[in-house]
């Protein structure tokens, strides 16, 4: 059965609860329950909650970009939520859970200070799972359509008939 | 009228690929009335067809098919099982070259004489003289409408260039301009001016970008001489009992095995692809591939002394916008061992979309350090160096029999490793390239690795004594007259300049060579 993850149904309140129950770093480092605009809601069908939530803070640790919503870094993984994927996820993220464990922490999402986590990363870089992880999410993250214009990039121009009239020459500060 | 030649008539020259050598060759010699048969691995894409979105169109046109690496390139650990990246479809890679089409310099073509003996290298004259070749460029450069060549102007330069020119300029370069290019500045050849649409490596959509595509194989094809036949996987090359080259067997697009017969053969799939179909081509007569008889078939590997530099600067510049490739600094090209390296590099722009930068800007970086770059995208400038690789001997295409493709063939693995004169090259041409964008006021600049080869040369070279290459100056086999190289594979040595106008002015060359023999009889 589907597990609805999100802004609102009663996973939701179950996440409320385990993160109150495990403090207040889970807010804080996963952005995860901070979807107070509703900007995201997903359907979790084979991972556990607070495995995707970690998953979720190791992409963007990975790829940390301080003006894209958390949505995107849930889409970017949302590919591993299937029963083939699900086992190897499981067992990375409590390969991660460990590493923070040895390094001191509760696990990796109630690690506070994102050179903390990425000191855990920089422990398991070489993993195939950090690799697969990492590797996917080039495509999975900076591939998305949505993100272009947070980095400024335009995409195709064809159908505008290129820039030949729309500022291809228009530097102005050389 | 396409033609249409039955798989028994003997009478045909079968080419191999048909990319800026192949295509080229296709339709100079069904002008000339020559009957022939274009085998291309890949399937039928026209402007309409390319995709400007970089993944899309790289799962349409790429070769894929598995291909395996070793030596201390970056990219067999960055990119293990794509060494190159280049175009499976009709028009070959012509599809996605961005039209950088510049003459060698004349001591290019002698480098052996030039450059003395280099420890390691492999150096060995062109059997060519530059004089021989010249008339052909002039060829080519028409053929192709090379912006700055006859009496066609100039690109107008882009953000990209105009950061490229102010810091150049500013370092005391004298040759900076936006280049000689096979991307129409003004109508020309039934085919649009440049629109500054990017996506050049995509294909363009407008055709302004010489491919043979959408000029030479459709002109083939008009002729009633020239049948293309698409989604054809060549196998190997076959032989009669007195050594001459008599078909070529191939995976037809059902997967079914076929045999042309043929007059002559012409191999054209690339300096990866070429020296594998020879090597896979072995027999009892032949028992270490065909037409290498001197060892040398996938040897000399060469793929120029690449990288990039991106510099950002504190206000937008926004490089994709239009040419790719905008523009060139020239002054680096020259040979002077004052140096500490024989042999010259290009300064080019470029520039990647942000998926591709995603990709291709620090290949394995991850955290704030490469996250900041992306950050800054829109405030950079990007240029790639072109430069002249050592041959060497051990930079080889073998084959991996352990590994093997869709038809069970073994596939190539590319083995290369930087020579000591390549790494001083690069590393020269990262520091000039950072002060290029420092005198701009770059506020923090990135000596990028090389990305998966685009210029794939070398491996079937020319050499005038057969025990030193594959092939003589027509591109002829030592071993078998009637096979003939028609692709960078051919190249002695590599020189500086993007591959494509010589590929093309060789090809019309070994069109005018091959009619002539075949109508003196001698094959």
Known sequence: MATKVGSKGLTRRQLLARATAAGASFVVGSGFMAARNAAWATELSALQPTTFATLVQMARDIYPHDRIDDQYYVLAVKGYDTADAAPEIEAGIAALDAAARGKGFANYLETGWEKDRVAILRGMEESPFFQKIRGGLVTGLYNQKAVWPIFGYEGESYSKGGYINRGFDDIDWL | ?523
């Open chain 2, 1 to 523: 009228m396409v033609a249409k030649f039955d798989l028994s008539d003997d009478s045909v020259v079968v080419i191999i690929g048909t990319g800026a050598g192949g295509g080229v060759l296709a339709n100079e010699l069904a002008q000339k009335g020559v009957k022939v048969v274009a085998l291309e691995a890949g399937g039928r894409y026209l402007p309409d067809d390319y995709i400007n979105d970089e993944w899309e169109s790289f799962g349409q046109l790429a070769w894929t098919e598995p291909r395996t690496t070793s030596g201390d390139w970056r990219v067999a650990k960055d990119f293990s099982g794509l060494p190159a990246w280049i175009v499976k479809a009709v028009g070959g890679t012509s599809i996605h070259w961005a039209g950088a089409s510049l003459r060698f310099q004349d001591h290019e073509f002698k480098t052996k004489t030039h450059y003395g003996n280099v420890d390691g290298a492999n150096l060995l004259d062109w059997p060519i003289d530059p004089a021989e070749l010249a008339p052909y460029y002039d060829k080519a450069e028409a053929k192709l409408g090379v912006t700055r060549t006859g009496d066609r102007p100039g690109l107008p330069g882009n953000n990209n260039f105009k950061v490229l020119e102010k810091g150049a300029k500013a370092l005391g370069y004298q040759e900076v301009n936006t280049g000689h290019m096979a991307i129409n500045s003004i109508e020309y050849d039934d085919r649009m001016s440049c629109q500054q649409t990017g996506f050049c490596f995509q294909g363009c959509k407008w055709g302004a970008k010489w491919s043979s595509a959408y000029t030479d194989i459709p002109r083939g094809e008009a002729t009633g001489n020239l049948e293309v036949r698409d989604h054809c996987h060549v196998a190997r090359i076959l032989h009669d009992d007195k050594g001459m080259a008599s078909g070529v067997e191939y995976f037809d697009k059902d997967g079914n095995l076929q045999m042309q017969k043929a007059k002559i053969v012409c191999l054209a799939g690339n300096s990866i692809e070429s020296p594998r179909v020879l090597l896979n081509s072995h027999s009892a007569m032949f028992p270490d591939g065909l037409a290498n008889s001197s060892g040398q078939v996938g040897r000399n590997y060469m793929r120029h002394t690449t990288g990039s530099v991106y510099g950002v600067f504190d206000k937008p510049v926004k490089m994709w916008r239009g040419t790719t490739m905008a523009g060139i600094v020239r002054d680096e090209a020259r040979h002077d061992p004052s140096r500490g390296f024989v042999g010259g590099y290009e300064l080019e722009t470029l520039s990647l979309g942000l998926p591709f930068m995603a990709a291709f800007l620090d290949p394995g970086g991850w955290g704030r350090e490469f996250t900041s770059a992306l950050d800054s995208y829109e405030n950079m400038a990007g240029m790639w160096i072109v430069g002249e690789d050592m041959p060497q001997e051990t930079n080889r295409i073998t084959l991996n029999h352990g590994v093997t493709d869709a038809y069970g063939l073994p596939v190539a693995n590319v083995n290369y490793t930087d020579h000591p004169n390549d790494r001083a090259m690069r590393d020269h041409a990262y520091a000039r390239g950072a002060a290029i964008y420092d005198a701009v006021g770059a506020t923090r600049t990135f000596p990028t690795p090389p990305y998966p080869s685009t210029h794939n040369l070398g491996t079937n070279r020319m050499s005038e004594k057969p025990r030193d290459g594959v092939v003589n100056k027509h591109g002829q086999a030592h071993d078998v007259p009637n096979l003939f190289i028609s692709d960078g594979s051919q190249f002695t040595t590599g020189a500086a300049e993007n591959p494509t106008l010589t590929i093309v002015a060789l090809a019309i060359r070994q069109a005018d060579f091959i009619a002539a023999e075949m109508s003196k009889g001698n094959i």
